[in-house]
């Protein structure tokens, strides 16, 4: 981390919580700097900032930083962010949560917060297991991943949260991992500027559950494994991957490839920095509360 974030994000923690309770190398700590950084930024005031979380490993972080937080139950994070923000649809509310606390418990939750499009600012982190709770197989463990739950390997197809996304009308969907902290700072500051419904996707690493049954190495190894296992969003590159595949490049000695296989190739690389967004369309809070609640307050 460099000298001047480090200084940014000491003045956003709760220093009194500190040392946090998460693993030595966990990707954890460099998504909540890199989500102090985007408000900081931003130049949003952090009395105007809250952080919503459920339960789990994610779920710690709103007790270490300075803004209004509220550490809700299992999956219900984003019913709560809900609630707060039609009551104070000035303030910006982020929903920090895992990937099982987000897809599996709290996923009809989250689905409709997206499909009302409330203003909420969705940051979730996916490392492919339960990390708090012993290892489970969680919505997106790849197939053949081995946890807890799944020692031979699981066999279900992971969820895609872009897919849901876009189904269920999200305003704006952007993934990025914790091995590119600097385009994760961009993309939660877009996030932040979006109005309606708002989601950054986080690859992270669980090395400690998820890496050593699968044999992945350390965290400084999981880590430096995302850059070659996810796309980069150069305008260049994108629109090469937007022409049709020349299956009959292998070369001399190089048999080409089949349609199947350029489809698993496909399939089986996560995009970095994946973005969608639709036109702009109204945060609809303000439509949620009740006219006679109006006329209470004046």
């Given at each position: 981390?460099?000298?001047?974030?480090?200084?940014?994000?000491?003045?956003?923690?709760?220093?009194?919580n500190?040392?946090?309770?998460?693993?030595?190398?966990c990707?954890?700590?460099?998504?909540?700097?890199?989500i102090?950084?985007?408000?900081?930024?931003?130049?949003i005031?952090?009395?105007?900032?809250?952080?919503?979380?459920?339960?789990?490993?994610?779920?710690?972080?709103?007790?270490?930083?300075?803004?209004?937080?509220?550490?809700?139950?299992?999956?219900?994070a984003?019913?709560?962010?809900?609630?707060?923000?039609?009551?104070?649809p000035?303030?910006?509310?982020?929903?920090?949560?895992?990937?099982?606390?987000?897809?599996?418990?709290?996923g009809?939750?989250?689905?409709?917060?997206?499909?009302?499009?409330?203003?909420?600012?969705?940051?979730?982190?996916?490392?492919?297991?339960?990390?708090?709770?012993?290892?489970q197989?969680?919505?997106?463990t790849?197939v053949?991943?081995?946890?807890?739950?799944?020692?031979?390997?699981?066999?279900?197809?992971p969820?895609?949260?872009?897919?849901?996304?876009?189904?269920?009308?999200?305003?704006?969907?952007?993934?990025?991992?914790?091995?590119?902290?600097?385009?994760?700072?961009?993309?939660?500051?877009?996030?932040?500027?979006?109005?309606?419904?708002?989601?950054?996707?986080?690859?992270?690493?669980?090395?400690?559950?998820?890496?050593?049954?699968n044999?992945?190495g350390?965290?400084?190894q999981?880590?430096?494994?995302?850059?070659?296992?996810?796309?980069?969003?150069?305008?260049?590159?994108?629109?090469?991957?937007?022409?049709?595949?020349r299956?009959?490049?292998?070369?001399?000695?190089?048999?080409?490839?089949?349609?199947?296989?350029?489809?698993?190739?496909?399939?089986?690389?996560?995009?970095?920095?994946?973005?969608?967004?639709?036109?702009?369309?109204?945060?609809?809070?303000?439509?949620?509360?009740?006219?006679?609640?109006?006329?209470?307050?004046?």
């Amino acid at each position: 981390m460099k000298l001047q974030n480090s200084f940014i994000l000491r003045e956003y923690l709760r220093p009194q919580n500190l040392p946090t309770t998460w693993c030595p190398g966990c990707g954890l700590g460099a998504i909540m700097s890199a989500i102090v950084q985007a408000v900081h930024f931003r130049g949003i005031d952090r009395r105007d900032v809250a952080m919503v979380s459920g339960i789990g490993c994610t779920g710690r972080m709103s007790g270490y930083v300075d803004f209004n937080t509220l550490h809700t139950t299992h999956g219900r994070a984003p019913a709560f962010a809900t609630g707060l923000k039609l009551a104070r649809p000035e303030m910006t509310v982020l929903v920090v949560m895992g990937d099982g606390d987000s897809m599996s418990i709290g996923g009809n939750h989250l689905i409709h917060a997206m499909r009302r499009n409330i203003g909420l600012k969705a940051i979730v982190v996916n490392n492919a297991v339960y990390g708090l709770t012993g290892g489970q197989a969680s919505p997106t463990t790849p197939v053949g991943g081995r946890t807890t739950t799944s020692e031979p390997g699981a066999f279900e197809r992971p969820m895609s949260l872009e897919t849901l996304a876009r189904a269920a009308g999200a305003q704006f969907y952007a993934r990025s991992s914790v091995a590119h902290v600097a385009s994760l700072v961009k993309l939660i500051e877009r996030s932040l500027a979006t109005p309606g419904f708002s989601m950054v996707e986080v690859v992270s690493n669980c090395h400690v559950l998820y890496g050593r049954m699968n044999g992945l190495g350390d965290a400084a190894q999981m880590t430096h494994a995302m850059d070659a296992s996810m796309r980069r969003t150069n305008p260049l590159l994108a629109k090469r991957a937007a022409l049709p595949l020349r299956l009959d490049a292998g070369g001399v000695g190089h048999p080409a490839a089949s349609v199947q296989d350029a489809a698993i190739h496909r399939d089986t690389r996560l995009e970095r920095g994946v973005i969608f967004e639709r036109a702009p369309v109204a945060d609809l809070s303000a439509r949620y509360r009740a006219p006679r609640y109006e006329r209470e307050e004046q």
